[in-house]
């Protein structure tokens, strides 16, 4: 039986070294752990993501800058990522994305159980490579692996190295050496391990004895390339099967072409290998093979592995696995910012499914809105801009009935202007239901951001920064009241028609405010200013929006202390006098 076999497969061992030592002048860079010694877990897949070297170093077009590259490095490692190929230590005119790879590692934010790998082609790379670790002697080091790589035919190798296999061979001997002697473990790979761009079908003998040859320099793993992305589940199995007669099988890596990676990654696993390449978003191809596509998506191999016996190793990042919407937003995000296709399946689907589900969101609008977004700028009178939101009714028979009303909703701390909009569509829905018999009309509606909330915070981000970070907040103490008085003034230069950016009178509009906690608080300081803004009504409310879990401990109590609070007076007079007898300034300004 084919799986008795494969289970019988050797893991292959890390080359390890003892804690920071220097032998012969040299130092060893990495304090590697030894692999635990507990039984493996045959079902653990690890994914190696090449995205960030294999991927990037095929791009065309501009060279991508440092900081892209390492803000791709960090935000692939934050979704779970334990293995990332971080760059190559290569001539620039050879291959001139790589450039910077000693800034990268450099500026990377290193995160411990990571490991940041680098290909070195030669020993000038290596030696480039150690002369940047002794000079940035870092704790985790800068990196503690690199990848030595050649081909299973002589065609490819000559394309990639200006040399045949067995020169790069021997030129790899005493790289490798040379890099465990330094502490650092060595990954070998093999290319084109099914076809070859030039020589054509490859002879999988010729991959076996390559790949062993990496091995017995003391390469921990070796990884098997199907560089043109031609190979079939069968190709895979066949070349497995010769392989694994020479060498304990442990890693392949897959371009997509005909897209049958994530197919050929469930043939290798039937033969045992539990550790894969991938590329997030299938970023990179093959420069001698004309019409080759990239990598396969990581993307694809974690959705295809989700909910099987399979689970994939991630870091606590991605809970202990690695997460596949992050991963899918930062292929997105790296093919936007590169302006290449985003060609992994699955995240096209996410982003379909996404989109149908944000589709739903809006037609929960079933009311019928329309809706604009303005900048509000009361400079001179205030400092900071906001950003108002109008609703309407593009049929509404409502426009110039002096009876209407206008609402104009204020958010709470930590919200912004859209947390009202299931609250209008549900106002909307009552009206629409109880249409005929109720006499409520509403004209229009305006929603309002806090200068340092929602879209407003964007545009005020700079501004905020150079002294206004206390502002618009909540807080038990006095400079609650002053943070409070900040909103409530761009809330009646808005409704008094000061400032610029909205062309909109609220003269002879009757005006109905409803604020939430904070808002409700600034609302009601808003009344203070002169002119007066002619609010028909003003509704201020104190409930408790949060998510339920967060509820637990508090909800009861803040919602019995709020439903006992008294709301209810006889008349304004005795209100005024309750809230005066409370030194509430917020209730007396209400009067
Ligand atoms: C290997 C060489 C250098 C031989 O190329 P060569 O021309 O025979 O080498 P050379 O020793 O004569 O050097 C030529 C120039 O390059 C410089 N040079 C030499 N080495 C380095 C270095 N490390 N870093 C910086 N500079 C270097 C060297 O100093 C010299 O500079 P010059 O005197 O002309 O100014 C060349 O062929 C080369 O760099 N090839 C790049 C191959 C490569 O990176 N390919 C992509 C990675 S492999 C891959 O992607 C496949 C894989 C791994 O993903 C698996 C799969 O999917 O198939």
Known sequence: MISSRIHNLKPLRWCTSGPFRVVAGRRHYASIPKPPRAKLDENVVNI???????????EKGAIIPVDVKIDLINRLVRAGITNVEAGSFVSPKWVPQMAGTAEVLKGISRLPNVHYAVLVPNQKGLDDLLALLDQNPTSPPLTDEVSVFTGATDAFSKANTNCTVAESLDRLRPVTRNALDSGLRVRGYVSVVIVCPFSGRVDYKRVREVAKELIDMGCYEVSLGDTVGQGRPHDIAEMLEEVKKGIPVSKLAFHDTYGTGVANIFSALEHGVRTFDSSVGGLGGCPYSPGATGNVATEDVLYALQESKYHISGSSFGGGTIDLEKISDIGWWISERLGRENVSRVSRAIRARRNREDEKRLRIMTTGFLTQ????????????????????????????DLDALTLFFIHGAGFHKEQWEPSIDDLQSILDRKSGTSNVKIREIWTMDAPNHGDA?????????????????????????????????????????????VDHDFTGHNLVGIGHSMGAACLTLSLGYYPKINFVSIILCEIIIAPGKFMLPLGDLLISGTESKRDIWASKEEAYIFFKSKGSRFGTIAF
């Open 48 to 58: 190696v993501e090449v995205g960030p070297r294999d991927g990037l170093q095929n």
């Open 457 to 501: 915070g964007v545009l005020n981000e700079h501004a905020l920064k150079l002294g206004y970070q206390h502002i618009c907040t909540f807080s038990y103490d006095a400079s609650s009241l002053v943070a409070a008085e900040e909103l409530a003034r761009i809330i009646h230069l808005f409704l008094s028609g000061l400032g610029t950016g």
């Open 373 to 400: 977004s303005f900048v509000f700028d009361p400079r001179p009178s205030y400092p900071l801009l906001s950003v108002v939101k109008r609703y309407w009714k593009q049929d509404s028979p409502y426009f110039d």
